[in-house]
């Protein structure tokens, strides 16, 4: 059998499984059967599955075929019968061997590391698909239950899935990340969790001041930065951290580090850029995370922070925000 286009992850009791965007939205990560340290970081979503999965005993086991690279997807919708059917395999039959599959595979899951491509899961699969299965040209997922999984109900393991990679931007509209605003010592930090992308991802992203109609958007010099509007952090474990960190002690990024020099506007006519800065002058901050280096954005906050600026115009101190969209 042909690993190499064969991925499996976890989905309950650890293995990169976490609630992030809600009941029905989980991230999980996926490892290449063929081999391979790095994983495939995707979100499953799911009218029911959030309520199943949130259960104790409720464990499954995702296996995606027919994707050979991460470039080969961007999101898939499928469900377990169809997939099914789409080698040949009888509901009946995968309703009988699928739990059996998901418990050996469970088994060598706690191995760490790769443990997709351990002979045990391997045997699994090919038990489960046959010796000599061909994977259908477009990629398909089924979830796996385990027999405990199997007593809350299969029937919600079977409905519409759908499954998508990690820094798209469908991922950030299904999980979008929480933030606020906090002191650090004498610092002023930008925090984010649950971040749709993968460790060492460098995002850009702008800080606005919430105006009347339309926000204006800060532009900024800092450490080894010329002028721009966009600034730069990494992610890690989901958390937005400051470029250079490696995901090293607290998470956050020191918005105080950087000075505004102006800010810009969008009008119906264009855009109004001024060299305006606010000292010590109480605002209304937002966020919004662009899509690479251009005026587009994959999310932008609903919500804003209340921040105060000194007598540089730098922002220096918080008002409190609890974590929110």
């Known amino acids: 059998m042909d690993y190499s286009d064969k991925w499996l992850g976890l989905a309950g009791g650890g293995g990169g499984f976490s609630v992030i965007g809600g009941v029905g939205v989980y991230q999980l990560d996926l490892y290449n059967m063929n081999?391979?340290?790095?994983?495939?970081?995707?979100?499953?979503?799911?009218?029911?599955?959030?309520v199943t999965l949130q259960a104790e005993v409720a464990h499954a086991v995702?296996?995606?075929?027919?994707?050979?690279?991460?470039?080969?997807?961007?999101?898939?919708?499928?469900?377990?019968?169809?997939?099914?059917?789409s080698f040949g395999i009888k509901a009946d039959s995968l309703l009988k061997t699928g739990g059996a599959a998901a418990k050996a595979i469970?088994?060598?899951?706690?191995?760490?590391?790769?443990?997709?491509?351990?002979?045990?899961?391997?045997?699994?699969?090919?038990?489960?698909?046959?010796?000599?299965?061909?994977?259908?040209?477009?990629?398909?997922?089924?979830?796996?239950?385990?027999?405990?999984?199997?007593?809350?109900?299969?029937?919600?393991?079977?409905?519409?899935?759908?499954?998508?990679?990690?820094?798209?931007?469908?991922a950030w509209s299904y999980a979008p990340p929480s933030w606020r605003?906090?002191?650090?010592?004498?610092?002023?930090?930008?925090?984010?969790?649950?971040?749709p992308e993968a460790d060492g991802t460098r995002i850009n992203f702008r800080i606005r001041i919430k105006g009347w109609g339309t926000d204006d958007t800060i532009l900024f010099t800092g450490p080894g930065k010329t002028k721009s509007y966009n600034l730069t952090g990494t992610v890690y474990s989901g958390s937005l951290y400051d470029l250079n960190s490696k995901g090293q002690g607290w998470d956050?990024?020191?918005?105080?580090?950087?000075?505004?020099?102006?800010?810009?506007?969008?009008?119906?006519?264009?855009?109004?850029k001024t060299t305006d800065v606010a000292v010590e002058e109480n605002l209304e901050i937002g966020v919004s995370v662009?899509?690479?280096?251009?005026?587009?954005?994959?999310?932008?906050?609903s919500r804003y922070a209340k921040v105060r600026t000194d007598a540089k115009g730098r922002l220096s101190y918080n008002a409190f925000h609890s974590w929110g969209d």
């Not at 391979?36 to 029911?48: C, F, Q, T």
């Not at 899509?291 to 587009?296: S, T």
Request: hydrophobic share 40%; net charge neutral.
């Open 35 to 50: 081999g391979g340290a790095v994983p495939m970081r995707v979100l499953s979503v799911g009218k029911r599955l959030g």
């Open 62 to 85: 995702c296996l995606l075929t027919g994707v050979r690279s991460p470039d080969d997807f961007t999101s898939i919708k499928s469900n377990g019968l169809d997939w099914a059917l």
């Open 106 to 170: 469970m088994g060598v899951a706690v191995h760490g590391g790769n443990w997709a491509a351990h002979e045990t899961a391997k045997k699994a699969v090919q038990g489960l698909m046959g010796d000599f299965s061909m994977s259908p040209k477009e990629p398909s997922f089924v979830l796996l239950p385990t027999p405990a999984a199997l007593a809350i109900g299969a029937g919600i393991y079977y409905e519409w899935q759908e499954l998508t990679k990690v820094g798209s931007d469908l």
């Open 181 to 195: 605003v906090e002191m650090y010592g004498a610092k002023l930090v930008l925090r984010m969790a649950g971040i």
């Open 252 to 272: 956050g990024f020191d918005l105080s580090a950087y000075q505004p020099v102006g800010t810009a506007t969008s009008g119906f006519f264009g855009v109004d």
């Open 290 to 301: 662009c899509k690479g280096q251009i005026n587009l954005y994959r999310w932008e906050s």
